[in-house]
């Protein structure tokens, strides 16, 4: 079987309840930055889907940027080591940065990631991001937009992946338990 969806244990968030929060989020985000300068910190990979729906439905103006960090590897267990593999290409200071985020898990990538930008001097550092497994928080972190707060499972889709894979999943979704071990070639 070649299709991705067969690899597929359950749908977590659906297509629609994605589309309506990320509709909400954006309506939020606008309302609160009404007036003032915004500019968008995407965390590559897995931010790229949730930035690309939410920055349509975000109706003020707005630039955006990305970082890349690596904290997990190929693991599905946070390694607590943050690195960072791309930093912003423009400066911050005195702009409001909002940091979109796919998930957060023990919170340690965005702690650190909030904590080096602000020495940066922005004028405001808030975070959005699509998921919180709050559960497994092993550091303080305030998230300021959440979309969905999700039970401790290791979820793939929507940006999401597991060994590079399965961000293309329209869906938030949990794999079979035998997807989960290492594949061939990974
Ligand atoms: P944290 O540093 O533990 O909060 O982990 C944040 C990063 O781990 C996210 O940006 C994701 O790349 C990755 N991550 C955490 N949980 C999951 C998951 O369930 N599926 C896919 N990636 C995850």
């Known amino acids: ?26 309506e939020q985000i606008s309302r609160d930055y009404c007036g003032q300068d915004l500019l968008l910190v995407c965390i590559l990979k897995g931010g790229v889907v949730f930035l690309s729906d939410l920055m349509r439905h975000i109706d003020v103006p707005h630039e955006i940027e990305f970082m890349a960090i690596s904290s997990y590897g190929d693991a599905t267990e946070s390694s607590g ?33 909030k904590g080096l930008l602000s020495t940066r001097e922005p004028a ?9 497994k709050a559960e497994r928080r092993k550091v303080p972190l305030q998230i300021d937009y959440v979309g969905f707060e999700i039970p401790n499972e290791f979820v793939v889709g929507y940006g ?9 999943l329209p869906y ?15």
């Open 1 to 26: 079987m070649c299709m991705l969806s067969a690899d597929v244990a359950k749908i977590l968030i659906d297509e629609v309840a994605l589309r309506q929060r990320v509709r909400e989020l954006g």
């Open 124 to 132: 405001s550092i808030r975070i959005c991001a699509l998921l919180d």
């Open 172 to 186: 938030v979704a949990v794999l079979k338990p035998e997807r989960y071990r290492k594949q061939p070639g990974k």
């Open 160 to 168: 999401l992946d597991f060994q590079g894979r399965y961000r293309n």
């Open 81 to 113: 080591i943050v690195r960072i593999m791309m930093d912003l290409a423009v400066p911050i200071k005195g702009r409001n940065v909002l940091i979109v985020e796919d998930i957060v898990d023990t919170g340690y990538t965005l702690a650190y990631v």
